[in-house]
């Protein structure tokens, strides 16, 4: 059988912080045992601050476990994820390079050739709809676009895993669809692993294989697994209005809606503090 691209096991993180003197512990996720099969599409929704983004941190090797253990295609994983891509929130391009540049530097960090870099970076943008704009900066671009060349940064080193942390949460709703449809379109040709964080339900829906919901946090940990079975490929905008989508929502929102509720006092708890 085929060893899972990324295996969390009975995984736990606890922050301990010293201020003004006075020791607090928070234990952010405990007893997660989560799975992305190669080829699967995963995404993972719950409340705010219940520790989502620390599980890909740990899937990434940005973070290491208090407990349990973090295997990558069934080995161990020590210091950096090097089978992975990491699509961050806030796009990390290099204001001082073009995009032909930015998509290109991290071919040339690992000591490709520039020529062959630069034009396999020219053809990833081809592969994002950025032809023609190659040599526009960052701040010339608008923020699908950024997104576009940000995508095509992280899979031009063709990575085995893709992590996304809410990469699209700041996209208006229509370049977001059309970012979605990018992305399964891209996915769809190559099959990696991806393990994808948002708050949107209907995003991680629409787009995934399997959808895990965490409970509220501290000691946040998956309380519901569901398989979503609409056929494949999709269109992320049609795909929403079809009776499978709404029941599939329906039955994930009846288990997501306390724990962001709950999530909610706790923040206003703290607001109130």
């Known amino acids: 059988m085929a060893k899972p691209a990324i295996e969390l096991k009975d995984i736990a993180c606890t922050f301990v912080s010293d201020d003004s003197g006075v020791t607090s512990v928070y234990t952010a996720v405990k007893g997660v045992n989560l799975t992305v099969a190669d080829g699967e599409f995963v995404s993972v929704v719950g409340p705010t601050g219940?520790?989502?983004?620390?599980?890909?941190?740990?899937?990434?090797?940005?973070?290491?476990?208090?407990?349990?253990?973090?295997?990558?295609?069934?080995?161990?994983?020590?210091?950096?994820?090097?089978?992975?891509?990491?699509?961050?929130?806030?796009?990390?391009?290099?204001?001082?390079?073009?995009?032909?540049?930015?998509?290109?530097?991290?071919?040339?960090?690992?000591?490709?050739?520039?020529?062959?870099?630069?034009?396999?970076?020219?053809?990833?943008?081809?592969?994002?709809?950025?032809?023609?704009?190659?040599?526009?900066?960052?701040?010339?671009?608008?923020?699908?676009m950024r997104k576009r060349v940000a995508m095509a940064q992280t899979l031009i080193k063709d990575p085995d895993i893709i992590l996304m942390d809410?990469?699209?949460?700041?996209?208006?709703?229509?370049?977001?669809?059309?970012?979605?449809?990018?992305?399964?379109?891209?996915?769809?040709?190559?099959?990696?692993?991806?393990?994808?964080?948002?708050?949107?339900?209907?995003?991680?829906?629409?787009?995934s294989d399997r959808v895990v919901v965490l409970s509220a946090g501290p000691e946040s940990h998956p309380i519901g697994e569901f398989t979503i079975d609409l056929p494949r490929p999709r269109d992320v905008s049609e795909v929403r209005v079809t009776p499978r989508f709404i029941e599939l929502h329906?039955?994930?929102?009846?288990?997501?809606?306390?724990?962001?509720?709950?999530?909610?006092?706790?923040?206003q708890k703290k607001v109130s503090a």
Request: hydrophobic share 45%; with cysteine; charged share 25%.
């Open 250 to 267: 329906t039955a994930i929102w009846s288990v997501l809606r306390e724990e962001v509720l709950k999530g909610y006092a706790q923040m």
């Open 50 to 144: 219940c520790g989502k983004s620390t599980l890909l941190n740990m899937s990434a090797g940005l973070l290491e476990p208090s407990a349990g253990a973090v295997k990558i295609f069934g080995e161990p994983l020590v210091g950096l994820n090097r089978r992975a891509g990491y699509m961050f929130q806030a796009d990390s391009l290099m204001p001082w390079k073009s995009a032909l540049d930015n998509v290109a530097a991290g071919l040339v960090f690992e000591g490709v050739p520039e020529n062959e870099a630069r034009e396999r970076a020219r053809g990833w943008l081809a592969r994002v709809g950025l032809t023609g704009f190659e040599d526009r900066y960052p701040h010339h671009l608008s923020g699908g």
């Open 166 to 207: 809410e990469s699209f949460s700041a996209l208006d709703i229509q370049t977001r669809q059309l970012m979605e449809n990018e992305l399964l379109n891209l996915w769809q040709a190559k099959r990696k692993a991806v393990l994808f964080i948002t708050h949107d339900l209907d995003e991680a829906i629409s787009m």
